[in-house]
């Protein structure tokens, strides 16, 4: 089972750390990618990491301002989001699958019903 936390009330311009953390299972042998929400609209994906941690992705508007990082000791994926704006707004939420899985999610998240709770970051100015 995967837990995201670390979603608040942020002002615009402000950073925020998410974490996913994994519990009865091990995270080191798997990928793992963020993806996000805004009622009303599809899913999009943010942010993937390989299992190892050599291989990462951003979508165009993460690029540069989001970094995804793993911490297989904490069994625990980050995504440290700096710069925010009020587009950011959104419930976070992440998997993990082999790196295949992960990169046909990526494409096709419609397709996955195994959502978490995700955590809500609201960016406001």
């Known amino acids: 089972q995967l837990a995201e936390s670390g979603g608040v009330s942020v002002q615009t311009g402000s950073s925020l750390r998410l974490s996913c953390a994994a519990s009865?299972?091990?995270?080191?042998?798997?990928?793992v990618a963020w993806f996000r929400q805004v009622p009303g609209k599809e899913r999009e994906p943010v942010a993937l990491i390989s299992s190892g941690g050599d291989k990462t992705g951003y979508e165009n508007f993460a690029r540069g301002r989001f970094t995804i990082s793993r911490d297989n000791a904490k069994n625990t994926i980050y995504l440290q989001m700096t710069n925010l704006n009020s587009e950011d707004s959104a419930v976070y939420f992440c998997?993990?699958?082999?790196?295949?899985?992960?990169?046909?999610?990526?494409?096709?998240?419609?397709?996955?019903?195994?959502w978490g709770h995700g955590t809500q970051v609201t960016v406001s100015s």
């Open positions: 998997v993990a699958d082999n790196w295949e899985g992960i990169l046909r999610l990526w494409v096709f998240p419609g397709r996955f019903d195994g």
């Open positions: 009865g299972f091990s995270l080191s042998d798997q990928s």
